[in-house]
């Protein structure tokens, strides 16, 4: 099939659709060199203007999908069931959340990503365990979860390769926010790995990337569509991001927050969501009916059978199972600097954004896919919304280990809390549940 | 200046304006290859949604027009006035045109393009002249201006290369349809010709890139906008490009009815814009009112000189001025083909671009850029719009020299000629004259 790009750039262009065959062609041609870097983003900002069809989504992403390897879970009796996240600021759910789900019986084949922007990455905040490695290749990685029933691994080169082009031309072409380029990007990685369903968190407000309630709605909808024609159960989960989940935004401290999770204890908002999300995750799997997965959930961490498998996957991926059991191990920066509240009063506001970015400032993140992260640097939140306080009060305690950085980063976060003598309305974590 | 291309396309994406220093720096940049092709692409797709302030439209402009060389032509006593088509078919005008208001005293230094899609080119029905040169560097340019007052050559390598890198890009890419970025291209291809003034014959209509009224309206006001803050005088006249101008469309052809008009004879469709042409440039450039403008243009005609002068700029440009005096000295293509009426009626319809792109399977134009053309084959045409037909009646006779091409132009014309018992409305020929 020969088909001319331009002719097609000129069909999107003009609000037409294009066909399967031609949205397979494009993704085909681009990931073998045939199609040009500059016709490709010129597509692609007419698909920002234009957005998609079902139709085209559903194509695209299957294309996306099967531009490299898929991976082959066949063999494996028990359900496999993943979880996503569209990216937040002290967001450590997985990392507790994928011991309680296998613990019950689920296999959690997870695929996470790296910090970029404002939010941390799952895969940054494990290699602050020593020795934790995420570089899995395929057959390592379906070995391990016939053997333990999940993983935490990194994207492998030979998975969905037309994403990892598409992504890195969208970053350098102002191509990234679009709907359906944003769902067709997460969807492919994800279907890539041969679940039965799939778990979507959908992160709303000022530390997220989608800043709207009607953003993220949209946003979960087609997400939500493309696994429905793709036959792969999937459900989104709407939860607010105004401000960190937790206490801790970081990299080692927020491993600490996770165990602390896995041992009945940690932040109260950390526990819900956790425990929610698994539930979801075994009602998607079929096992069970949503009050009994709850239990579940619940029971897995009461045990202690959750902690054990925490110990359990550290170990395989060649982690320090002592730092798991005693989470103090993991190595802290060695100053601290309490931020004060300057008056007394409820804080109304505890901006997600302004204290991902100075996390990044501090070290803990990346500003540029090049840089090195600082496993110990961070945030713990005293003061969140709904508390009230009195002047000289902590609303943050940040651990650093330099100066400048530490000044570059209270400079981000100075007008993080807003501190009202109006006590705030305190918003639902979690909005909504698509199915 | 370091800025950064992605935040620039983001912020045009986001309907934001740019700065002139920004403009600038893109065009700068990206001619100097520091800016990629991918992130250009993505920025006009923009443009094409988004469209330009025109504030932001005369700093691109100016930016294009400083790209490379501009002519200098100070040490020319009398104005300097041109003429820019935005293409059609059997639009010979600029031929005949040129030698007229060189006659009356004004420079035109013109510069104009190849035939593209189904549009002629000045150039390709200037070389059907035995020997006749359209490639002249730009200080020859200059010696040729200054000694007979009139030169007629292509596009300099040296001269604008922004456009012509851009406008290849737009080509492959999807964003050609554009107000601000097809008039960024003419003016600043028009403005580093050094002009006191500049007449725009805007077309409009099935043969013209613009198809309606409103549209080509946005393009006149834009460009003469652009030449009101370059300090050019700038008049755009909208034409009727609904059926070709003339009989003749093809090369050789062209040139015999552009010295049928220098002598006083030919089509009156064709005399009648010639005239208005060269009334208006005369104007623009402040020798005479329009009264006397137009009488000094007619008196070219009729006193021979206007032909003279078409001999004189032959001769200096290599051709053989034999075929001047002699326009039947130049090769016609051998075979004859007669499209006949196939009922009684008006003639409705004689759809330009349907004829030009028949003209361009006889081998009369280009396909691809790479394409020969062949000087010999066009149309011949019989029966206008408000034309009465009988059954049998020749509409159009076509030189040719292929059958295999002539059955594939006949195709493309078979429907180009629609005839109705109701007498129709002629079009009038100039729609609109914008200053």
Redesign the interface.
Known sequence: MTLSM?EL??A??DGGSLTDNELAWIIREYTADQI???????????I??NGMTADELSAWTEAMLHSGKVLDLTDLAIPKIDKHSTGGVGDKISIPLVPIVASCGVAVPMISGRGLGHTGGTLDKLESIPGFTVDIDPSAFVDQLADIGMVMAGQSETLVPADRRIYA?R?????VPSIPLIASSIMSKKLAEDLDGLLLDVKVGAGAFMKTVGEATDLAHTMVSIGARHRTRVTAILTNMDQPLGQAVGNANEIQESIAILRGEGPPDVRELTLAFAAEMLVLSGIADHAKALRAAENAISSGRALEMMILVTERQGGDPATIEDPSLLEIAPHTFVIEAETDGWVTACDAYAIGTAGVRLGGGRATKEDVVDPGVGFSIDAKIGDYVTKGQPLARIAYRDTAKLKSALAASSTAWEISPNKPAIPPLIIETIR
Chains 1, 2 share one sequence.
Request: glycine residues 4%; hydrophobic residues 50%; proline residues 4%.
């Open positions: 331009v750039i000129r999107k262009r040009p870097d500059y016709q490709l983003s010129a597509l692609l900002m007419a920002v203007f031309l970053d350098a072409t102002g191509t």
